[in-house]
């Protein structure tokens, strides 16, 4: 079951979505391996220490964030991965590393990398390491309204 702050949300706004169960896996990539999905539609979620402040930055699986270029997506003067240490008393009902890409629902701003508005749909982990949930990017991108910038690199990176 997606975290029960998560499922209130969506139910309460009355959006449909998909609540997809897989065997455990902790990485973007193996999780969209057991679902059998394309990595490309699997959005991962990192937690960035951004001028002292956590933020979220959600991308495809297949890529990593370009912290020069999140760094002057955000107007910041410094980006740097925050450690699972630093924020896991942010996702209290979520198991660390699977914390879904709402940040509204956490007090956290969120970037979107620009290559997933492509997709009708958005893919994530749903605050397990063994579910995740497939919504409506239209509808994602309505209830979180995150910045949408350009800050993935990666091989086989869409550009």
């Not at 975290?3 to 999780?31: G, M, N, P």
């Not at 933020?55 to 002057?72: L, Y």
Request: charged share 20%; aromatic share 10%; proline share 6%.
């Amino acid at each position: 079951m997606p975290s029960a702050r998560l499922k209130k949300f969506l139910d309460e706004q009355h959006v449909k979505y998909l609540s997809l169960q897989h065997s455990r896996a902790y990485t973007a990539q193996e999780i969209a391996a057991k679902m059998h999905i394309h990595g490309w539609e699997l959005a991962k979620t990192t937690i960035l220490k951004v001028d002292g402040k956590f933020m979220m930055a959600v991308m495809p699986a297949p890529i990593q964030v370009d912290m020069s270029a999140f760094r002057e997506a955000a107007g910041a003067k410094a980006v740097a991965l925050a450690a699972e240490e630093e924020f896991k008393q942010l996702f209290p009902e979520c198991e660390l590393g699977a914390m879904p890409p709402f940040g509204n629902l956490y007090g956290l701003p969120v970037y979107v990398d620009d290559r997933l508005v492509a997709d009708p749909s958005i893919v994530f982990n749903a605050g397990t390491h063994t579910e995740a949930i497939r919504m409506d990017f239209a509808d994602f991108r309505r209830l979180v309204n995150p910045k949408i910038a350009h800050f993935g690199v990666g091989v086989g990176a869409h550009s």
